[in-house]
């Protein structure tokens, strides 16, 4: 079964105004990561997050982690209409070494 | 740029066909992934190879034939392919396999008709 699964699936927004995904799993993980697709192309790595973290910050993002909760959330804030894209969460399982499993994604359209 | 190359970018094949999708890195890493990315659906891996050994054959049927020569270098061999193989092709590198970041080439478009 899917382990990561985002939420919502599609979200619009102005430029300038924040954005919040977010990311639910099943099992247990050793870290979960957050990734960035534009249209056709590869993934893009955004950030990582460990199990033993809960929260994480790189530029205009910020990531949590809940584990009791088994979710994550991914904020941008002070969107740009280059954030348009694809945002995919995936899950390094504590059991299942080298196979990071992605859920759907959330496509974010952020509109000038 | 991530530092991973996959050629093709775009490849249109009969179901009789063979081809090949290549995957380049030079970034020292010791594992490297296929992955399908399908129309609205989640990706899936395919293959994981570390230092050059397949670790993973995820039930991908046998028209998909994986082939790592050297560290830097992923080949996926296609033949008598099906209409719903048509999907992007995503090569992936990471410096180990255990539960590291991936770096992902620009992916292989492929219409199988």
């Known amino acids: 079964s899917q382990q990561g699964e985002e939420d919502p699936q599609a979200l619009s927004i102005q430029e300038g105004e924040n954005a919040t995904m977010n990311c639910s799993y099943k099992?247990?993980?050793?870290?979960l990561q957050w990734y960035r697709q534009n249209s056709g192309r590869g993934l893009v790595h955004l950030i990582l997050i460990r199990s033993n973290e809960r929260e994480k910050h790189s530029g205009r993002l910020r990531v949590t982690l809940d584990t009791s909760k088994k979710s994550s959330s991914l904020l941008i804030t002070a969107s740009r209409a280059a954030d348009t894209a694809s945002y995919f969460c995936a899950t390094a399982q504590s059991t299942n070494a080298g196979k990071s499993t992605f859920g759907d994604g959330t496509t974010l359209t952020v509109k000038p | 740029e991530t530092g991973v190359t996959q050629t093709p970018r775009h490849l249109v094949m009969g179901m009789t066909n063979k081809k090949s999708l290549k995957c380049e890195q030079h970034?020292?890493?010791?594992?490297m992934y296929w992955y399908k990315q399908s129309a609205k659906k989640p990706l899936e891996l395919m293959f994981v190879?570390?230092?050059?050994?397949?670790?993973e054959n995820n039930s991908v049927p046998s028209r998909f034939s994986p082939e790592c020569p050297n560290s830097s270098h992923l080949f996926l061999h296609l033949h008598t392919l099906q209409p719903e193989d048509s999907a992007l092709y995503l090569c992936a590198s990471s410096l180990r396999t255990v539960n590291e970041k991936l770096f992902f080439g620009s992916g292989t478009q492929l219409s199988v008709l």
């Open positions: 099992t247990s993980i050793n870290n």
């Open positions: 190879y570390s230092l050059e050994e397949r670790v």
């Open positions: 970034l020292g890493h010791n594992a």
